[in-house]
């Protein structure tokens, strides 16, 4: 059965990106992925089970964890706190 998992992950710089993508390109089971480096988010779908892809992805060495649902990408607070407010 086909599973979207929403991973935080903790990167800094495209080689940390190039390095995600390595481990979810030989992960058997993943049809598709998308890295944000932005966002520090990564979607991975596919027949996969969530805590094996944390799992795979921890392997990197960058910090890892479930992305909360309803949670804000830190660059897209930063930019709600950063933006001027009107009276």
């Not at 990106?17 to 991975?44: I, W, Y």
């Not at 990197?60 to 407010?85: D, L, V, Y």
């Amino acid at each position: 059965m086909a599973e979207t998992v929403v991973l935080r992950v903790g990167m800094t710089c495209e080689g940390c990106v190039g390095a995600v993508k390595r481990v979810l390109g030989r992960m058997e089971g993943v049809e598709s992925f998308d890295v944000d480096l932005q966002e520090q988010k990564v979607t991975v779908k596919g027949n996969v089970k969530p805590d094996a892809v944390l799992q795979t992805v921890s392997k990197t060495g960058k910090k890892t964890s479930f992305w909360e649902q309803g949670e804000a990408a830190p660059a897209a607070a930063a930019a709600a706190s950063a933006a001027p407010t009107t009276a």
